[in-house]
């Protein structure tokens, strides 16, 4: 499996950027989806996520301001951020795992995934 996260940049606080991940090499559309970052000096943490149907599930600190989706067509999964605060800087991963029922997100949150791409740097300025 391979992923390629991308869309990462500098952006002033209060803008937006939006990021894809390609994900190869699977069965795209049974998987649940999430996005995950890792801030300087901090553990990588979940940020949002997408399950198979479609529902979504986010973190406190990105609700209302985070939008995840999926293009099965295109095994693409986005991250649209909008009111981008300095605290969001951090390199942005995606994955992928088989989680469903209920407790989906919760599956994907603490996932213990073997490998990552090379995920996609956001710096955020005050």
């Known amino acids: 499996v391979q992923l390629q996260a991308y869309g990462g940049g500098l952006v002033q606080a209060g803008g937006a950027l939006r990021l894809s991940c390609t994900i190869s090499g699977s069965t795209f559309s049974s998987y649940a989806l999430g996005w995950y970052r890792q801030a300087p000096g901090k553990q990588r943490e979940f940020v949002a996520g997408i399950n198979s149907g479609g529902s979504t599930n986010y973190v406190d600190s990105v609700k209302g301001r985070f939008t995840i989706s999926r293009d099965n067509a295109k095994n693409t999964v986005h991250l649209q951020m909008n009111s981008l605060k300095p605290e969001d800087t951090a390199v942005h991963y995606c994955?992928?795992?088989?989680?469903?029922?209920?407790?989906?997100?919760?599956?994907?949150?603490?996932?213990?995934?073997?490998?990552w791409g090379q995920g996609t740097k956001v710096t955020v300025s005050s």
């Open positions: 994955n992928q795992e088989r989680c469903d029922g209920s407790n989906w997100w919760i599956c994907l949150f603490f996932a213990d995934f073997t490998s």
